[in-house]
């Protein structure tokens, strides 16, 4: 322990929330107004079979979650491209599908290790120097994206019928957003695990939604959120001895709880006129 009074492992893990928090952040806002919500928690959930695999032929965990998670991605992409199937019913279906494999593969072909366990429920105190990479990386991508493809997420978003009939007929932009999600979850996989990704990419953009309409500083009160529930749930992770990665989805979703109660009591307060 430091001058500080933080632990070196407490520290590279508050480090390594910081780095994800401004891309997870930033994409939980389009992630929301998108509604991808379901998807995100999908694609990282979806990195079991790719976690399963990596484990029983011995290369790295990450890379097997990065291949599963493209799959996913393009999966939801090609199905809902043909505007049989919504991006819930795309992502329910290649959800299903990669758990079967999972599954199987977990049972009958490899045994599930530690390593696997620690994936799917995090691992923020047994950081290597790719889980820092991989954060700054998926940050980095998402501040990139948002500021060249944002406009059309937006318009997108907003009115997609609208949008193409002002031209935005490329489905580059979209798929592009599903790519980047994916990423982010499995870049988010050593801090929260990949059954917790939405407490880093959604649940912080759902609640700031609540008190802001105005996009930018939506994003600008996501990332500091994400940033503050993460730094937060270490804190308290290390001081009551509980697993990291599910203190930091209590606290995110114990701060959402209070911040719909506030915002509902505030509403009725002021009227339907106010």
């Known amino acids: 322990m430091n001058l500080i009074g933080l632990y070196a492992f407490e520290q590279r893990a508050m480090f390594e ?78 959800l299903v599908g990669a758990l079967v494999v999972g599954v199987v593969l977990a049972s009958n072909v490899f045994h599930s290790g530690s390593e696997v366990d620690s994936l799917l429920f995090g691992s923020l105190f047994a950081l290597t120097d790719l889980d820092l990479a991989l954060g700054a990386v998926a940050s980095a991508l998402a501040l990139l994206a948002t500021v060249v493809l944002g406009p059309r997420w937006l318009a997108t978003g907003f009115d997609a019928a609208g949008a193409r009939a002002l031209g935005a007929r490329s489905r580059l932009p979209d798929l592009t957003l599903l790519a980047l999600v994916a990423f982010a979850s499995v870049a988010t996989l050593a801090a929260v695990g990949a059954l917790l990704a939405t407490a880093l990419l959604v649940v912080p953009a759902a609640t700031a939604r609540l008190w802001t309409s105005r996009l930018f500083s939506w994003q600008l009160a996501s990332v500091a959120l994400t940033a503050a529930v993460g730094l937060g749930g270490v804190w308290l992770s290390v001081r009551t001895n509980a697993p990291p990665g599910a203190t930091v989805a209590a606290l995110g979703g114990g701060v959402f709880l209070v911040s719909a109660v506030a915002n509902e009591i505030q509403s009725r307060y002021r009227g339907p006129n106010a």
Not at 40 to 68: I, K, R
């Open 17 to 94: 929330v910081l780095l994800v928090s401004a891309g997870a952040g930033l994409l939980g806002t389009w992630i929301v107004l998108r509604g991808l919500a379901f998807y995100t928690h999908a694609v990282a959930a979806a990195a079991f079979p790719g976690l399963v695999l990596a484990a029983g032929l011995g290369f790295a965990p990450m890379a097997g979650a990065m291949g599963t998670g493209a799959l996913v991605a393009a999966g939801v992409g090609g199905v809902s491209a043909r505007r049989r199937a919504h991006y819930d019913v795309a992502t329910a279906l290649t």
